[in-house]
T-cell receptor, first 112, second 114 residues
Framework: AQSVTQLGSHVSVSEGALVLLRCNYS??????LFWYVQYPNQGLQLLLK??????LVKGINGFEAEFKKSETSFHLTKPSAHMSDAAEYFC??????????FGTGTSLTVIP | DADVTQTPRNRITKTGKRIMLECSQT?????MYWYRQDPGLGLRLIYY???????NKGEISDGYSVSRQAQAKFSLSLESAIPNQTALYFC?????????????FGPGTRLLVL
């Protein structure tokens, strides 16, 4: 069974600094990979997804993620954090597209 | 108007009571899901349905049941609520299989079981 691990349940960055949120998956076959964001008191919304078309995936709000098969990773980055990026971020994997497995989430705090 | 709606948004109930959480969607999607979110545990799948006649158990279905009344409606029931079912519940929908399967989430129902 596939699973996903998010390292760091809480990450703090200064406004304008690089954001790096880590996600590793375990699967013998490259899965479909997703990053979702959850703002306070809201449901999750898609940031970006890996569909095997390109290893570097660009998403909304300036976020991007790179699929690295050799490292079984799909880390999320943003060059310059903004206050509005404060939220909880979830990595998710799906092997067949029939079910999703979510990571435990990383809460991002942006310090002014 | 929101594409995926959940009612109620907040609910307080007592141990042993039966409650139902409802989900409706206007996206025209065939697939619907129920998740629960607990701090530090992320989202865990309770049940999912790929069409009106298809219901499948997820990772944590014990203590829950579902009903797919129509393509647009998917309800989650707790037959006899217990305190450890206190959580945030999300409904989600998706259009189809494969790499296209982005899930669209409702705003959540916050449930407290006393």
């Amino acid at each position: 069974a596939q699973s996903v691990t998010q390292l760091g349940s809480h990450v703090s960055v200064s406004e304008g600094a690089l954001v790096l949120l880590r996600c590793n998956y375990s699967s013998s076959v490259p899965p479909y990979l997703f990053w979702y964001v959850q703002y306070p008191n809201q449901g999750l919304q898609l940031l970006l997804k890996y569909t095997s078309a390109a290893t570097l995936v660009k998403g909304i709000n300036g976020f991007e993620a790179e699929f690295k098969k050799s490292e079984t990773s799909f880390h999320l980055t943003k060059p310059s954090a903004h206050m509005s990026d404060a939220a909880e971020y979830f990595c998710a994997v799906s092997l067949t597209g029939n079910q999703f497995y979510f990571g435990t989430g990383t809460s991002l705090t942006v310090i002014p | 108007d929101a594409d995926v709606t959940q009612t109620p948004r907040n609910r307080i109930t007592k141990t042993g009571k039966r409650i139902m959480l409802e989900c409706s969607q206007t996206k025209g999607h065939d697939r619907m899901y129920w998740y629960r979110q607990d701090p530090g545990l992320g989202l865990r799948l309770i049940y999912y349905s790929f069409d009106v006649k298809d219901i499948n158990k997820g990772e944590i279905s014990d203590g829950y049941s579902v009903s797919r009344q129509a393509q647009a409606k998917f309800s989650l029931s707790l037959e006899s609520a217990i305190p450890n079912q206190t959580a945030l519940y999300f409904c989600a929908t998706s259009a189809g299989g494969g790499y296209q399967e982005t899930q669209y989430f409702g705003p959540g129902t916050r449930l407290l079981v006393l």
